[in-house]
C-alpha cells in the first residue's frame, strides 16, 4: 500500500484515495439519491460521479482563508440604502390565485411523510 494513503472497501467497490483526495463512488450517488427521494439511470449515475467528484475536488482547491487579517475594515463605513415606502400589493390580490387560504397564509399539500 503507498504511503499516505487509505483503502476504502465497500461489498461493490475497492478504491485507493491520495491523502486529502476524495473520489466519489456509485455507491455514494446512489445512497444521495435515496435520502433525496431521486433516481438515476446507469449513464446518469455516471455523469453524477464525475461531476460530484469533481465538485469535491474543486471545493479541497479552494486555499484557507488567511485569518491573520480582519476581514472586514472597520474604518469604511458601509453606505446603506434608505428605507423608502413603496406601493405594496394588496394583500386580497396576492391570496385571490391561491387555491386555499387560511390565517393570512397559502395552504400546500404535504408532501412528507412523518
Known sequence: MLRNTKTHTHPQQVYVMKKGMKKILKFD???IAALS????????????EKEMTAFVD??????DIQDDSPLIDID?????????VQNTIN???LFKPAPQVKAGCIVVPLITNK
Not at 37 to 48: A, G, I, V
Not at 76 to 84: A, N, T
Open 91 to 93: 394583500r386580497d390580490d
Open 76 to 84: 469604511d463605513v458601509m453606505e446603506l440604502r434608505k428605507d423608502v
Open 29 to 31: 450517488v446512489e445512497k
Open 37 to 48: 427521494k431521486l433516481s438515476f439511470e446507469e449513464k446518469e449515475c455516471e455523469l453524477m
Open 58 to 63: 474543486f471545493v479541497g482547491d479552494i486555499p
